[in-house]
Nanobody, 120 residues
Framework: QVQLVESGGGLVQAGGSLRLSCVIS????????MGWFRQAPGKEREFVAD????????YYADSVKGRFTISRDNAKYTVYLQMNSLKPEDTAVYYC?????????????WGQGTQVTVSS
């Protein structure tokens, strides 16, 4: 059974930082690309960042470029999202997923999400 479990969300003031983690089990982690998406209330789930299986290639949404960093530790079956200079508009539920690219249809497995709230 494949499981993706996110953690690290919370409440932070604008300008602050958070690091999200996602631990994966039940699949060969090193064979999968991993992505982070987010969904704000009343909005569609949107792409944030992804990282390919080797960790050497990453992509970011324009809205987070330069502020967020995606990384992975294949030995720990974990993918991270370091979020700096957070803004109120970053408030959303953040999901990790196994797959690649900016299209949700390219992802096979999803976590349950972790809430990030940025206060102004």
């Amino acid at each position: 059974q494949v499981q993706l479990v996110e953690s690290g969300g919370g409440l932070v003031q604008a300008g602050g930082s958070l690091r999200l983690s996602c631990v994966i089990s039940g699949l060969t982690f090193s064979s999968y690309g991993m992505g982070w998406f987010r969904q704000a209330p009343g909005k569609e789930r949107e792409f944030v960042a992804d990282i390919r299986w080797s960790g050497g290639v990453t992509y970011y949404a324009d809205s987070v470029k330069g502020r967020f960093t995606i990384s992975r530790d294949n030995a720990k079956y974990t993918v991270y999202l370091q979020m700096n200079s957070l803004k109120p508009e970053d408030t959303a539920v953040y999901y990790c997923a196994a797959g690649y690219g900016a299209n949700r249809d390219k992802y096979d497995y999803w976590g349950q999400g972790t809430q990030v709230t940025v206060s102004s």
